[in-house]
Every structure is written in structure tokens, then in C-alpha cells.
């Protein structure tokens, strides 16, 4: 089937909507450097106009490869590897669709990769394995503005770093500390706390409108309580464990 790179003309004049070609993606990311960091389990990319995700999914192909080549005598090591590669993947896209179909190509490609590895080794495919990754994907993947930083409804854009406390190589069940930041503050190089979140409050459109500030005044008690995550096994990382501060 040949590749769509184009969904419309009204689409590339308003949004420059033009998805880059497979061979070409390849070709990009086969430069040395670059090569090497697709390589590297804990590179960090962002694609700040993710589209449907051509490079990210290009990425996440050669980590997962690189995971299933190191870790295949043991599933439960592929489990935890393989999900520590899919946290560092990072995308923006400013329209839902590509921005939805963005997290299923990365997602099916997980799935697909697991469903082999777990074929391999006569297990059975986890429940909270996919929900982890369904919940990292998700978490990473944002649908937003990458030049104002705010989601479409003005919101800030807020993304978790999820950062291995207990890495040794014989490590196989990864200990993942969650962490919230918005897109400002990661600019501004902001230093937090281990587990904080962002608060409701803090995720609220500064441009709130007289109804919006009256219902904050009601539920302020509520939402006023700090949650931070606490560290847990990266498979069960859907669960969103969280203590209050
Ligand atoms: C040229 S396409 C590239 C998509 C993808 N990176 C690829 O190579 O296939 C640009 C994408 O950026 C999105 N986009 C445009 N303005 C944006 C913005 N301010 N923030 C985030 N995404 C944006 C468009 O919707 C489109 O999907």
C-alpha cells in the first residue's frame, strides 16, 4: 500500500501537515549520532510536531529491538526493560486525530513486540504490563501546542520524567519514581521534589472565566491536598500509586 503523507491541502496550509516518509525517517535517524542514541535504553527524545508519530515509532522499534536482543532469556527483565524504553519517548501534536493515532501506532507496536517475546517463552501476555504502558504512552504522548507550551484548553502541558531508582545490571524489576513537570518548568529547568505532581490547581487555565473561579472557591478544601507518586515497579506504574505530602 502506498504511504499517505498527505491527509489534505487545507491540512498542510494550516497546519503544515506533511508526514515524513518511512525510508526517509530511517535514513534520519541512521546518522551516527543519532543512530547511537536510538540505541542507548535511556536517551530521552521529544518530538515537539509528533504528527502520527513517524519517528517516535521508528524509535521505539530499535529500543525494543535492542531490549528483546539483551533480555530474551528472561520475560520478566523484557517486561521492565521494554517499558523503561517506552518512558522515554515524548511527543507533542497539536490536532487529536494524528495525536490519537500517534499513541496507537506506539502502542501496537508494544503489544506486538510483547506478544512475541511472550510467545518465545510459553508465558502469558500481563494485564498490568499493557496498562503500564497504555499509561506511560498516554502520559508521554500529549495533545498541544509546543510553541505556547498549553494543551488546547489553555491549560499547561504537563510531563511525567519517570526515573529508575534501583538500575544495576542485574536489576530485573525496575523501581520507577514518577515525577510531574509542566512544559514551562522543564524549559525554566525547574528542581523538584521526587513524586511531585502537578496540582488541579495549578492546571488551570490562567485565563479562567467568572464561573470557573467560583467553583474553585467551592472546592478549594478539596483540591487543596498535595499528592506525591511513590516509588513502584515500573509494571505497576497504571496504578498511580500516590501518598498525600
Ligand atoms: C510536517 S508534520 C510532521 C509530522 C511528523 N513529525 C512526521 O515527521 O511525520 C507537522 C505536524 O505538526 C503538527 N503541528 C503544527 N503546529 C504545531 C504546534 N504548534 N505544536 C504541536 N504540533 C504542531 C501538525 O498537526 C502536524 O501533524
Known amino acids: 500500500m502506498e504511504e499517505e503523507i498527505i491527509k489534505s491541502k487545507l491540512r498542510v496550509q494550516k497546519h503544515g501537515e506533511v508526514f515524513t516518509p518511512k525510508k526517509i525517517v530511517k535514513k534520519m535517524l541512521n546518522i551516527p549520532e543519532i543512530k547511537d542514541a536510538c540505541e542507548n535504553l535511556t536517551t530521552k527524545f521529544l518530538e515537539p510536531s509528533a504528527g502520527e508519530g513517524a519517528f517516535l515509532v521508528e524509535i521505539l522499534d530499535r529500543k525494543l529491538k535492542m531490549v528483546s536482543e539483551k533480555y530474551n532469556n528472561d520475560l520478566t527483565s523484557y517486561e521492565s526493560y521494554s ?3 517506552l518512558t522515554t519517548l515524548y511527543g507533542i501534536e497539536l490536532l487529536e486525530d494524528n495525536a490519537q493515532t ?3 501506532n506506539m502502542f501496537q507496536l508494544y503489544y506486538d513486540n510483547y506478544k ?10 500481563k494485564k498490568k504490563v499493557l496498562d503500564s504502558a497504555k499509561e506511560i504512552i ?3 504522548i500529549r495533545q498541544g501546542n509546543f510553541l505556547t507550551r498549553k494543551a488546547v484548553d489553555g491549560k499547561p502541558l504537563v510531563f511525567s520524567e519517570w526515573y529508575p531508582v534501583n538500575m544495576r545490571k542485574t536489576t530485573k524489576n525496575i523501581k520507577i519514581q514518577r515525577t510531574e513537570y509542566t512544559l514551562d518548568e522543564i524549559y525554566e529547568s525547574v528542581e523538584k521534589e521526587p513524586g511531585m505532581t502537578i496540582s488541579r490547581d495549578e492546571r488551570r487555565d490562567l485565563q479562567l472565566d467568572i464561573f470557573d473561579i467560583l467553583e474553585v472557591e467551592e472546592i478549594d478544601d478539596e483540591v487543596k491536598k498535595e499528592m506525591r507518586y511513590i516509588p513502584v515497579n515500573i509494571i505497576d506504574v497504571y496504578k498511580e500509586e500516590m501518598e498525600e505530602v
Open 116 to 125: 512475541e517475546q511472550v510467545q518465545n517463552h510459553n508465558g502469558i501476555v
Open 102 to 104: 500517534c499513541v496507537m
Open 138 to 140: 498516554s502520559s508521554n
Open 83 to 85: 517499558l523503561l524504553a
